[in-house]
């Protein structure tokens, strides 16, 4: 799996399906958002934190488990209409929030030990979400199988990951307001709409990997 064709044949795929990709996720993905900034706006900055990663348990799994069958279907030649994708979608949620929680905490356990160790996790995990969505694995059968399927290609999970993801996390940090400056929300919310439907892009790539990764035999 070469991260480099990888990357390029997940971004013309994104653009070439950027218009049906916004009208599937983005209209959850700026909810999300306002609903993040009115928690804040709100709460500490302790307590919305928490409550953040709660919201983000509620909306994400609805958005990316739409966009996991889309890109399933645009895969086989379909086009299924929006309606039926968060439909099917609404399905799954419990069992993808679940799979979302027990990610999220592992990640964070691994983390508050070293940085390292939570982005080992993260990567480990990668394919999770595509196997509860795609195969109907159960959260923890799909997190078992995920850590199966990354053996021996960690490096390639991980170039793809970071490609996508360090400038958006680099964005996202960048701006925040200065301690003690005075938060502009509207601004805030269009970053953070931005910055959650680019993100979208990662999901792609990770669906190309898993498709790359499913037709090869399984690391010993």
């Keep these: 799996m070469n991260a480099f064709h990888v990357l390029r044949d997940a971004w013309y795929f994104f653009s070439h399906n950027l218009s049906a990709i916004a009208r599937l996720c983005l209209p959850l993905v700026v ?7 009115l928690v804040t706006a ?4 302790q307590s919305a934190a928490a409550y953040g990663i709660l919201l983000g348990l509620l909306f994400y799994p609805l958005y990316t488990a739409a966009l996991i069958l889309f890109l399933d279907a645009r895969s086989r030649g ?32 691994g983390a508050s030990l070293f940085v390292l160790p939570g982005l080992w996790i993260m990567i480990k995990l990668a394919f999770a979400e ?11 059968k799909a997190l078992h199988e995920s850590f199966e399927l990354t053996s021996g ?8 990951v970071l490609c996508v993801m360090l400038p958006l996390w680099l964005l996202s940090w960048a701006s925040q307001p200065a301690e ?8 805030n919310l269009l970053l953070d709409s931005a910055n959650g439907f680019l993100q979208l892009f990662a999901t792609v790539v990770l669906f190309r990997l898993f498709m790359l990764r499913a037709t090869l035999p399984t690391e010993e």
Excluded: H, K, N
């Design 180 to 187: 003690g400056a005075q938060a502009d929300v509207l601004l």
């Design 31 to 37: 909810l999300e958002a306002l609903v993040q900034q």
């Design 42 to 45: 709100q709460l500490e900055t």
């Design 130 to 140: 595509y196997l509860l969505v795609l195969r109907g694995l159960s959260p923890m």
């Design 153 to 160: 290609y960690f490096w390639q999970v991980l170039t793809c």
């Design 78 to 109: 379909e086009a299924p209409a929006s309606r039926d994708l968060l439909a099917a979608s609404l399905r799954l949620w419990p069992s993808f929030a679940l799979l979302a929680g027990l990610s999220t905490l592992a990640i964070m356990l």
